[in-house]
């Protein structure tokens, strides 16, 4: 019987050894790093919408106008907008200062 214990004790160090030695090599998983936009700059419209160059957005104007479309290019004074919800075939160029809110939508 003591011939038995022996023998499992290196067995039992070999698979301890194993188990440890492959949780240090799985692979960690990091949260994407999400850019933050400082929320009390002058700028912070034109830094949320640079952000989403090349997706769609929904800009509210203070006239309460709704704009639905891609964002293609930011400037320092204006937003230009392609592929117009319902008006597919227009663009759209909107000065910053005009911007009431910008809506994004997040995809998982």
């Known amino acids: 019987m003591r011939r038995c214990k022996e023998r499992v004790w290196p ?8 188990l440890v030695g492959t949780s240090f090599l799985a ?9 933050i936009v ?7 419209v034109r830094q949320v919408l640079e952000l989403q160059v090349g997706k769609r957005v929904k800009v509210k104007l203070l006239s309460g106008q709704d704009l639905d479309g891609k964002v293609t290019k930011v400037g320092t004074q204006a937003v230009t907008l392609s592929e117009l919800s319902g008006m597919e075939f227009f663009d ?3 000065r910053l200062d005009q911007v009431a809110a910008v809506i994004v939508r997040h995809t998982k």
Do not use: G, K, W, Y
């Open 92 to 94: 759209a160029t909107v």
């Open 38 to 44: 400082e929320l009390n700059s002058p700028e912070v």
């Open 11 to 18: 067995e039992m160090v070999v698979l301890l050894l194993c």
């Open 27 to 35: 692979p960690v998983i990091v949260p994407a790093e999400e850019t």
